[in-house]
């Protein structure tokens, strides 16, 4: 079992910047593929970036790229995600998921965190 914690949330100016991290327990995730989601209030879960096991892959929706890095640090067991010129429709619930069974858009992983909230003012 693999448990995955997220951190770095919060409120940010429009234009301003954060680093999310997910840190992972319970089992190394360095053969798993991950994923960050985020889910804005009243609306689906979707898709943001997806890194491969290796971190040599990455995988963007179109939304934040160019302004959002996915990262990871098998050492330390912790994948991050790096928010640049964050916008206020960028407010929503992030979620970090390990090791999906399908494509890396679809939310069929087998592992999620709880969240952390990150919220853009105007």
């Known amino acids: 079992q693999v448990q995955l914690a997220e951190s770095g949330g919060g409120l940010v100016q429009a234009g301003g910047s954060l680093r999310l991290s997910c840190a992972a327990s319970g089992r190394t995730i360095s053969t798993y593929d991950m994923g960050w989601f985020r889910q804005a209030s009243g609306k689906e879960r979707e898709f943001v970036a997806a890194v491969r096991w290796s971190g040599r892959s990455t995988y963007y929706a179109e939304s934040v790229k160019g302004r959002f890095t996915i990262s990871r640090d098998n050492a330390k067991n912790t994948v991050y995600l790096q928010m640049n010129s964050l916008k206020p429709e960028d407010t929503a619930v992030y979620y970090c998921?390990?090791?999906?069974?399908?494509?890396?858009?679809?939310?069929?992983?087998?592992?999620w965190g709880q969240g952390t909230q990150v919220t853009v003012s105007s």
């Open positions: 998921a390990a090791n999906p069974s399908g494509s890396y858009y679809g939310t069929s992983y087998a592992y």
